[in-house]
């Protein structure tokens, strides 16, 4: 599948702190996904996009859909430490396999 | 509740012994697939089913079967596991690309350790 490139890797932030995060590719696709992952757990979906352009929020979390369609951000304001995980991206062309980042994870001191 | 299942969580085998991970959902979706998960890898797609009777390989195919004989179960089948074959399988599922979502729904996924 495509490279699809996530940034950061790790993020170490303070309770209170607003994160932001991104995905990038070469490719243009026409759905983004953010998911979330717990320790030895199942992705758990966030957030889905469909139109360039597009900003959705899910309670303190908001994903944006690039309106190059080759990139996508999630923001988490005023984390608390329950939002400790991995964030991952995954991207979709058209009726084919998903493509998903590396992940970013996310460590929320007290 | 919609939800995607797996079994076993866990599994501790030794080399060569066969084994299947069952999965299911209740969702009524007609793509499945699997996934292996491994530190610095990140998620790899082993096989993908479009529809009953219509499987695919994926990223990282060899050493597995699957079947899709029922729309809601996809088996991962290991005849012959091996060592590097260690790590944690991921079952997935979302509609087909003929609907308007494809959001993509994961099981809680099995720690399979083979010695």
């Known amino acids: 599948g495509q490279q699809l490139n996530q940034s950061p890797q790790s993020m170490f932030i303070q309770e209170g702190e607003d994160v932001s995060m991104n995905c990038t590719s070469s490719s243009i696709f026409n759905t983004w996904l953010w998911y979330k992952q717990d320790p030895g757990e199942g992705p758990v979906l966030l957030i889905a996009l469909y139109k360039a352009g597009e900003l959705t929020s899910n309670g303190r979390l908001t994903a944006q859909f690039g309106i190059t369609r080759k990139d996508s951000f999630l923001n988490i304001s005023a984390s608390i430490p329950s939002d400790v995980g991995i964030y991952f991206c995954?991207?979709?062309?058209?009726?084919?396999?998903?493509?998903f980042g590396k992940g970013t994870s996310l460590l929320v001191t007290p | 509740e919609a939800q995607v299942t797996q079994n076993p969580r866990y599994l501790i085998t030794v080399t060569g012994k066969k084994l299947t991970v069952t999965c299911s959902q209740n969702?009524?979706?007609?793509?499945m697939s699997w996934y292996r998960q491994d530190p610095g890898l990140g998620l790899r797609q082993i096989y993908y089913s479009m529809n009953v009777e219509v499987t695919d390989k994926g990223d990282v195919p060899e050493g597995y079967k699957v079947s899709r004989k029922e729309k809601r179960n996809f088996p991962l089948i290991l005849e012959s596991p091996s060592p590097n074959q260690t790590s944690l399988y991921f079952c997935?599922?979302?509609?087909?690309?003929?609907?308007?979502?494809?959001?993509?729904?994961f099981g809680p996924g099995t720690r399979l350790t083979v010695t």
């Open positions: 969702m009524n979706h007609e793509y």
């Open positions: 995954a991207a979709l062309q058209s009726g084919y396999a998903l493509n």
């Open positions: 997935a599922s979302r509609p087909s690309s003929g609907g308007v979502s494809y959001e993509q729904y």
